[in-house]
């Protein structure tokens, strides 16, 4: 039985992700509690779209603004609050990277 709105077992990520002459590099973030390394991740909001959802979840978690890809790069499941949530995933291009930001208690790597 789900004690929470049906709307927040729906979430969306952002893998952030820039190109140079070194690379591919991977933009992670740490938990809340800073002991694991993962993506901007979060609940999407009943008026914002998926990828806008991750989007937003970028800037407020990592600082970080950019290009995304059109396209999620696909979808995975995972148990949180005693239920499954389903995670829609997008990239984006970063393109500008704030010094300060909602969420800067988190690792930024």
């Not at 969306?12 to 070194?22: D, E, K, M, T, W």
Request: net charge negative.
């Amino acid at each position: 039985m789900r004690v929470r709105p049906d709307y927040v077992y729906r979430q969306s990520a952002v893998i952030p992700f820039r190109c140079n002459a070194n690379g591919l590099s991977v933009l992670l973030i740490t938990t809340r509690k800073r002991s694991r390394w993962i993506i901007p991740k979060g609940v999407v909001e009943p008026d914002l779209t998926a990828l806008d959802s991750a989007l937003k979840e970028a800037d407020e978690e990592a600082g970080v603004r950019g290009r995304p890809l059109a396209e999620p790069l696909g979808s995975y499941a995972h148990e949180k609050w005693g239920d499954l949530c389903e995670v829609e995933v997008y990239a984006m291009a970063v393109e500008q990277q704030r010094d300060q930001w909602p969420e800067d208690f988190r690792g930024r790597e």
